[in-house]
């Protein structure tokens, strides 16, 4: 597919240097503090990046991020900066498709923990409590069903893998060994603190934040603040309310109509991924879109 303002596979910034090719986005070094954050069309499922981009998603990922960092400043500071991208890259017939989908960040040390908040029984955790009767080492009522709300948010955090690995459910002992204990508990209580606020705020927009997972580092200080995607389709479940129903694996705003897609297909979820036929990529956008709309523009 052809570049354009709204399509970027894979950036290609000459005037900064590279230091990762994530997922999903693309990392370059600006200077010893700060960097810059290109979040490309790229999709990745089930750990694998396919080979062909969603049209306009690092757009909109960008966006609802940036419309959440905000709105959760009054919880933790995040990474951004407030420096205009235009300012940072030399290459001008470059700041079309890069300005609406890129951020000037500040360095930081990632904690190498994914900061999972559940607050719906799905996807891997419906399938930890069919087994044990517990998710991530969290003892739950018996008898729930498959989407069903739990009695409350419950945080299950993940160890982060490279590309092309598997994250790792563990649980909060293995998080205060690897995080320290004050250090975890810090960054459980932010998580449940940011998901139930945002989760009410989306609940009046007729949006059910089934659950999601934040990132964070620490800076000079050691002190904690929030980095990478927030309460975006990409690291979030979102339901729709009109179509939510317990018992079933509900439609969902998010990356999950792919991950259906490809469920259907003799795939073994090893790379190289598979192409997508043009209407799952314009149905996926579509999906895309109105999660934003309906997050952003109400």
């Known amino acids: 597919m052809k570049p354009n ?3 970027l596979y894979r950036s290609d910034i000459k005037s900064l240097p590279l230091i990762a090719n994530g997922k999903v986005r693309d990392i370059y070094s600006i200077d010893d503090q700060y960097m810059l954050i290109v979040t490309t069309d790229r999709l990745s ?3 694998v990046i396919l080979p062909d981009p969603i049209p306009g998603k690092g757009r909109i990922l960008t966006e609802v991020s940036n419309f959440w960092f905000e709105r959760c400043e009054n919880i933790i500071p995040n ?3 407030g420096i205009a991208v235009r300012d940072v890259i030399k290459e001008n017939d470059q700041i079309e498709v890069l300005e609406p989908r890129s951020i000037v960040v500040r360095k930081l040390k990632a904690l190498p923990v994914e900061a999972v908040i559940r607050g719906y029984l799905i996807g891997s955790g419906w399938k930890d409590y069919q087994a044990s009767g517990s998710v991530c080492g969290i003892n739950l ?3 729930l069903q498959q989407a069903e709300k739990l009695p409350e948010a419950i945080f299950t955090p993940a160890t982060k893998a490279d590309v092309g690995e598997h994250d790792e459910n563990i649980d909060f002992t293995k998080t205060v060994d690897l995080l320290g204990q004050d250090l975890a508990e810090q960054v459980r209580d932010v998580s449940l603190k940011i998901y139930t606020q945002a989760a009410q705020y989306a609940l009046e927009r007729n949006i059910i934040i089934a659950d999601t997972k934040f990132e964070f580092g620490v800076d000079e200080n050691n002190k904690l603040v929030l980095i990478d995607e927030i309460l975006t389709p990409d690291s979030s479940r979102f339901w729709p309310m009109e179509s939510y129903k317990i018992g079933t694996s509900p439609p969902s705003f998010d990356k999950q109509y792919i991950r ?4 259907t297909l003799d795939w073994d979820k090893t790379a190289p991924g598979p192409s ?7 149905n996926t956008a579509a999906k895309y879109e109105e999660a934003r709309d309906k997050l952003v523009t109400n």
């Not at 259906?260 to 469920?263: M, P, R």
């Not at 997508?276 to 314009?282: M, N, T, Y």
Request: hydrophobic share 35%; charged share 30%; aromatic share 8%.
């Open 45 to 47: 499922a089930f750990d």
């Open 276 to 282: 997508l036929p043009e209407d799952v990529i314009k």
């Open 5 to 7: 303002s709204d399509t």
């Open 79 to 81: 990474h951004l900066t």
């Open 260 to 263: 259906d897609y490809l469920e």
């Open 141 to 143: 009522p018996a008898g």
